[in-house]
């Protein structure tokens, strides 16, 4: 288990919201510094694929964690049970405006579409959809479908990958084209060299350069799985979120399995809120996580000064004010012990700048 989430869980509220923000900064500062602004230009160029994870708001699901990539390559899309319509006009938005930047540039889109469960136990599985694997495995593959509908279907440019996450160990299970699967569980003691061969078999259609630039996160996967086997992860595998975050720039949430982040990615915001909060209560009741207060943390990015900064901080307090009446009104229990914290975070350099109405719910 990481160090610091195993001593974090346990604090008190305000050493937890402290420690944090502070990992804020130090997730600012490490993006601003010269030499990991050069290490992912390098990787960049090395690997010219466009990365986008399509994911549930689930803690335990973090991608550039059990790939071991550096942050800052993978865009990620974070919703209830990884649920997503990209008929919707913002996350096709988003999502289109993602593919072409990438176009533009001369690179193509991976897009990986994640449905996550436990194989220990099914109760751990998906609370999106209710622990059925077959109902978000069927919900990926529409994504999938939607994505040749709006990209192409020859795959050439954006390449859609239904990618199952096993939260008890990390592993990455891809589907292929004819229903075949590379599942990183079965490759633990067995040579990387082979998985490029074993991934052309799985999906021959995939471009050459998409393939070389999944490959690293097949080999990070494996490698991190590796390392966890044997390992006793009892406090990883089951739910210990004590934060709530509604919006978008959580990108120093590099801690597995401490927050729940939902994105305005569909129609219904307050279900994935509720059904937050609904966790975040059972993990109190089960004593995971203390029961004397959760955070609420609304962040929305901008790229510039002036108006855009003010029209984020504008979204960020109407997320905030939403979320805490969703709450207020499925568990009014748990908004008695609400901190809330409304952020805006400039894009660029990854700064998260607290706005002036913090306030505890009391």
Request: proline share 6%.
């Amino acid at each position: 288990m990481h160090p610091t989430l195993s001593l974090l869980h346990n604090q008190p509220i305000a050493q937890r919201i402290d420690a944090l923000l502070d990992l804020s900064r130090q997730h600012a500062e490490r993006f601003c510094s010269p030499d990991a602004w050069l290490a992912r230009q390098r990787y960049l160029a090395q690997h010219t694929t466009s990365i986008v994870v399509m994911k549930c708001m689930d803690g335990r699901i973090h991608i550039p964690h059990a790939t071991r990539t550096p942050l800052g390559i993978i865009t990620p899309f974070r919703n209830l049970g990884g649920i997503f319509d990209l008929g919707w006009p913002y996350l096709g938005e988003l999502l289109t405006e993602s593919v072409l930047q990438a176009a533009n540039s001369g690179r193509a889109t991976l897009m990986l579409i994640t449905y996550h469960f436990s194989s220990g136990h099914t109760a751990r599985g998906c609370a999106g959809f209710n622990c059925d694997t077959d109902a978000a495995k069927t919900h990926a593959y529409g994504i999938a479908k939607q994505a040749g509908e709006l990209f192409g279907h020859d795959h050439q440019q954006v390449y859609p990958l239904v990618c199952g996450f096993e939260t008890d160990s990390d592993a990455m299970i891809l589907h292929g084209q004819q229903g075949d699967v590379l599942d990183m569980r079965d490759w633990v003691g067995q040579p990387a060299s082979e998985l490029p061969a074993t991934l052309a078999r799985l999906c021959p259609d995939m471009p050459a350069d998409i393939q070389r630039d999944l490959l690293p996160l097949l080999i990070g996967n494996l490698a991190h799985v590796t390392a966890l086997n044997g390992v006793a992860r009892e406090l990883e595998i089951e739910h210990r979120e004590w934060v709530i975050c509604v919006g978008r720039g959580f990108d120093f949430l590099h801690l597995p399995n401490t927050a729940l982040i939902i994105g305005p990615y569909g129609p219904d915001l307050a279900e994935p809120i509720a059904t937050a909060a609904t966790i975040i209560a059972t993990n109190m009741r089960a004593g995971r996580i203390p029961d004397d207060r959760f955070m609420l943390l609304a962040s929305t990015p901008y790229q510039h000064s002036g108006v855009d900064r003010a029209r984020a901080a504008l979204k960020s307090r109407f997320l905030s004010d939403f979320a805490e009446q969703v709450i207020r009104r499925h568990h009014p229990e748990l908004a008695d012990i609400m901190r809330r914290h409304t952020a805006v975070v400039h894009w660029p350099t990854r700064r998260m700048d607290s706005l002036d109405d913090v306030s505890t719910s009391n």
